[in-house]
């Protein structure tokens, strides 16, 4: 731990983060010409995403987000046990708080030193930022595979429309993707897709965001899903 503490990134450069975002081009009459990024991103304020996709997330990714303090000692209790049984280190466990700081300071390969680093900016950052703060920048941050970032892009690439207007199953979608972002895409596995949002809302369902009658609602909707438009990507 004395190790993995030294040079760890300052948290405070958070307050002032700024993601690469989405320019647009469009003609002198308004239509849209071309989408250049490094990232495809567009930022959206808490407050303009709707609480489904919020509980959704959090039905699925961190369902004690509200209850830890940056780790969540019973999931690492759980992951340890795995990971012994199989002799490596198959089993994640990592909050919502920890998944922004390794994506935002830290690098992917999932290492016994990353993992230690990961935690104790993940408590750094918990005790800087509100719970409305952090999950405010995992979503605008996060990925959700086909080149989408943040859930508006996300938004936008899976269903053709604005955060603010989705619906509790399109919601549920979205919110399954960051595990594994391709093979939960619905434009390449929808089968898959379609399992991992039933999982979702599940879950969501167990935690008393939703009433059966709404999960089983969303499950049976079907749903239409927004065909990929040509843009110009800045490598």
């Known amino acids: 731990f004395a190790e993995c503490s030294r040079d760890l990134?300052?948290?405070?450069?958070?307050?002032?983060?700024?993601?690469?975002?989405?320019?647009?081009?469009?003609?002198?009459?308004?239509?849209?010409l071309a989408t250049l990024f490094k990232e495809n991103r567009e930022w959206v304020p808490y407050d303009k995403i709707p609480k489904e996709m919020?509980?959704?997330?959090?039905?699925?990714?961190d369902s004690r987000f509200y209850e830890h303090r940056g780790i969540s000692y019973k999931d690492i209790a759980r992951a340890v046990y795995i990971d012994f049984k199989k002799k490596g280190m198959?089993?994640?466990?990592?909050?919502i708080t920890q998944q922004l700081a390794r994506n935002i300071f830290l690098h992917p390969r999932?290492?016994?030193?990353?993992?230690?680093?990961?935690?104790?900016?993940?408590?750094q950052i918990e005790k800087k930022f509100?719970?409305?703060e952090i999950l405010e920048l995992y979503l605008n941050q996060i990925y959700f595979?086909?080149?989408a970032y943040g859930v508006q892009a996300a938004a936008k690439t899976y269903f053709g429309k604005d955060i603010s207007q989705l619906t509790l199953p399109e919601c549920a979608i979205i919110a399954g993707l960051p595990a594994a972002p391709t093979s939960y895409s619905p434009l390449v596995n929808p089968k898959?897709?379609?399992?991992?949002?039933?999982?979702?809302?599940k879950r969501m369902s167990d935690m008393k965001y939703i009433d059966y009658k709404e999960m089983k609602q969303a499950i049976d909707q079907k749903l239409a899903y927004s065909k990929k438009k040509s843009t110009v990507k800045i490598l």
């Open 130 to 132: 509100t719970k409305r």
């Open 54 to 61: 919020i509980h959704a997330i959090l039905a699925i990714e």
């Open 145 to 147: 595979g086909s080149g």
């Open 110 to 123: 999932a290492t016994l030193r990353r993992k230690v680093r990961e935690a104790l900016l993940a408590i």
């Open 90 to 95: 198959a089993q994640g466990a990592s909050t």
């Open 192 to 201: 898959i897709a379609k399992e991992r949002q039933i999982l979702v809302l």
């Open 9 to 32: 990134p300052n948290v405070e450069k958070l307050k002032f983060y700024s993601p690469s975002e989405t320019t647009k081009i469009y003609s002198a009459d308004g239509k849209l």
